[in-house]
């Protein structure tokens, strides 16, 4: 399995601004998800990131609002912009497995906007 | 499309006694499925999957699940539980005939009682 890194592991921001979160993978992937999960509740997809590509955003999320960068097949990036007490959330990052099953997480990053 | 469904959202067991936390899905093709845990302030650690084969799946820390394919059910089941074991769960499905994203079911949380 892939071991997953997430910078920064929790963060406090204020109204209006952004945060960039880091994801660093032990292995090179082809495809990268984010997700966001509310504390207790179930995981939902914002998009899909191939290196070299841009990222494919779900219903509800769009590249103004998270942008994403895939520089190479180890790493991405999310940014939160401009940010609402509504993005209060937990932000995971995963991976694919290398048989194309299963997923690997990310320990996640707790974000609390004020 | 496919979809997930946990019918419980806690599931309290004792100690030593036998624990089941229930899955069904619904998928077009064929089903790939998988079972997740989150222990607290943790990401989601895989625990197992069905994806062809044996009916009975065998995972980590001593979990395994029988996908049953008339009732669409993939639940989750351990012998004897431990006080260890209690954790949020998550059920996810894929379909296998496409190239789609993983589903994740709303999750249960599971306390086991000493």
């Known amino acids: 399995s892939a071991v997953i890194s997430q910078k920064p592991s929790r963060d406090i921001c204020q109204r209006g601004t952004s945060l960039t979160i880091q994801c660093q993978v032990d292995?090179?992937?082809?495809?990268m998800f984010w997700y966001r999960q509310q504390p207790g509740q179930s995981l939902t997809l914002i998009a899909t990131a191939n290196q070299g590509s841009e990222a494919t955003y779900e219903s509800g999320f769009v590249i103004d609002k998270f942008p994403i960068s895939r520089p190479n097949l180890t790493f991405s990036t999310l940014t939160v912009s401009n940010m609402s007490p509504e993005d209060s959330s937990i932000y995971l990052c995963s991976v694919e497995g290398g048989g194309r099953y299963e997923q690997y997480f990310g320990p996640g990053t707790r974000l609390t906007v004020t | 499309a496919q979809s997930v469904a946990q019918p419980e959202d806690q599931v309290n067991v004792a100690e030593g006694n036998p624990l089941t936390v229930k899955c069904t899905y619904s998928v077009s093709g064929n089903p790939y499925l998988f079972w997740y845990v989150q222990y607290p302030n943790r990401g989601l650690q895989f625990l197992l999957k069905?994806?062809?084969?044996?009916?009975l799946v065998k995972g980590s820390y001593g979990f395994e699940a029988e996908f049953n394919k008339s009732q669409t059910s993939f639940h989750l089941k351990k012998p004897s539980a431990l006080v260890s074991d209690s954790a949020l769960y998550f059920c996810a499905v894929r379909d296998g005939n496409r190239d789609d994203k993983i589903i994740f079911g709303k999750g249960t949380r599971l306390h086991i009682l000493p």
């Open positions: 069905y994806i062809t084969g044996d009916n």
């Open positions: 292995s090179q992937v082809t495809m």
